[in-house]
């Protein structure tokens, strides 16, 4: 037991030089290698050295979908963070800035002008079947539009356009429309629904005749930018900004690239999330874009997607001690607290609330399930982010917040304990080793700690064995 490929806009390089150090001097690397030393045996240490060092390998910080930098690398850069503070080994620190320079330096400008990453993971592609001139029988392809739901065939989907030509035996020649490539022909049956370009299900309820075209055009998936994506990589990375701003040992060699980042997130990678900005009360919190292409009405954020952008509002208020993020993170984190259900001492909530007329198309019983425990854990670093600055949350809420994990999550048992996947149930799930801010909890209630650390030392994910390796190891010298 322990304790894309868009121009660069207008003076970008003066936001954001990419620096990156080639080897760190032989002083340095000495003295990294002493701060380790007492941490080498401890296996928490050893596996986390190993996961990264496969991140390494894989190079998954200079991939440009925002799903992959959020969900794969954000995890991997709180954990390098986590190691430098506990080891006081700069080389952790030095690979921390190497990836995030690269991540954003691979920026590109959104529709809005503002740079982003985005991903096309969560929206469908769409296709169009248009009857022509050759058409002489008045057949026609349905459904004449369509969303593609299918995530497996909307992925393959690309811009394009196709004459799909009936001929004998029931067959429809394929052709690319701008150079009449030919493509494999298609069989179909009358009545049918038939797998077209990119595996699109396409009809056709009455019989063409011979000869008669048809176009069929195809558009890929929309790339939209998602503020939990953001959230998850920036928390890191102001988490490391401030490091460097508080500590004067770190001020020569990081203070100029950690200030680089600063502006462009400032400038950037915040303001372009003001537009999706909605109030309720003394509350405030974010909606998607209004695309047919992804979110038709524009509804309210799940709680998990914008508080993590509320956690980076938090760092950058004691980071630069401008009240405007104070402000903006104190309505975000009411809003949050009015969702909550208190219930014999201990917080329940929803994935996701209604907010607003915009949520009218999507307020379904169906839609009010309960939180799940790894996207809960965003909520919980919110939660204590905010009780660090004295924003809105206090230790009662802490305890509360505990007492849903203790009280409803927890199995019980301290030989075998398991957590729930979910904040009301103790039926464990594959989230259920997503408790790297859970954790954190042990500070409201020290249990917490008993609970979590074997269920993590387990099948913990890679942030939550960072966060317990933080908490439990024994703290070194800095290397200098």
């Known amino acids: 037991m322990c304790r ?9 390089g003066a936001l954001l030089v990419v620096a990156v150090t080639a080897c760190l001097p032989a002083a340095l690397a000495l003295a990294s290698e002493e701060a380790a030393r007492g941490h080498q045996g401890d296996v928490l240490y050893k596996k986390l050295v190993a996961d990264l060092e496969i991140f390494e ?27 430098y503070e506990t080891t006081g080994d700069r080389q952790w620190l030095e690979r921390f800035f190497r990836y995030a320079e690269t ?99 396409l009809t056709l309820k009455t019989a063409p005749l011979d000869g008669d075209v048809f176009t069929l ?121 009015s969702c909550l259900r208190l219930v014999d001492g201990h917080y329940e909530w929803n994935y996701w609330d209604a907010a607003g007329e915009w949520d009218k198309p999507w307020d379904k019983p169906k839609e009010k399930r309960p939180e799940d425990t790894g996207h809960g854990s965003l909520d919980i670093g919110f939660v204590l ?12 809420d802490l305890k509360r917040f505990a007492n849903t994990l203790l009280k409803v999550m927890w199995n019980g048992s301290l030989e075998k304990p398991a957590i729930g996947g979910y904040v009301n149930s103790n039926v464990p799930t594959r989230e259920s080793g997503n408790l790297q801010e859970w954790l954190l909890l042990s500070r409201a209630e020290p249990q917490v700690l008993a609970v979590c650390e074997p269920v993590i030392r387990s099948e913990g994910s890679m942030w939550a064995r960072a966060q317990l390796y933080l908490l439990c190891a024994p703290k070194q010298q800095k290397a200098p």
């Open 4 to 12: 894309g490929a868009m121009p660069k806009p207008p003076g970008y």
């Open 57 to 83: 390998r894989h190079e998954r910080w200079k991939e440009s979908d925002s799903s992959l930098l959020g969900w794969s690398c954000g995890q991997d850069m709180q954990a390098l963070v986590c190691l």
């Open 103 to 201: 991540m954003f330096a691979n920026l590109t400008l959104n529709r809005d002008g503002f740079l982003s990453w985005r991903s096309r993971r969560y929206s469908p592609a769409y296709a169009e079947a248009l009857p022509t001139a050759a058409d002489r029988s008045k057949a026609a392809i349905e459904p004449r539009e369509q969303w593609i739901e299918d995530d497996a065939v909307s992925r393959k989907v690309q811009d394009a356009a196709f004459r799909l030509v009936a001929w004998r035996d029931a067959t429809l020649k394929v052709e690319v429309a701008e150079g009449k490539e030919a493509l494999p022909a298609i069989r179909y049956k009358i009545g049918e629904p038939f797998a077209g370009p990119f595996g699109i299900k």
């Open 217 to 337: 055009v195809t558009r890929r998936p929309k790339d939209f930018d998602f503020a939990v994506h953001d959230g998850m990589v920036l928390m890191p990375v102001c988490r490391a900004i401030e490091l460097v701003k508080r500590d004067a040992a770190l001020e020569a060699p990081y203070s100029e690239r950690a200030g680089k980042l600063l502006r462009v997130i400032e400038t950037q990678l915040l303001p372009k999330w003001n537009k999706y900005w909605r109030e309720k009360g003394a509350g405030g919190f974010l909606v998607f874009p209004a695309d047919p292409a992804f979110n038709p009405s524009g509804s309210t954020l799940p709680h998990n997607q914008y508080l993590p952008l509320g956690t980076v509002l938090v760092t950058l208020y004691r980071i630069t001690g401008k009240a405007s993020y104070k402000e903006q993170a104190a309505k975000m984190a009411r809003f949050f607290q």
């Open 385 to 396: 982010a905010c009780a660090d600055s004295g924003i809105v949350f206090t230790e009662t």
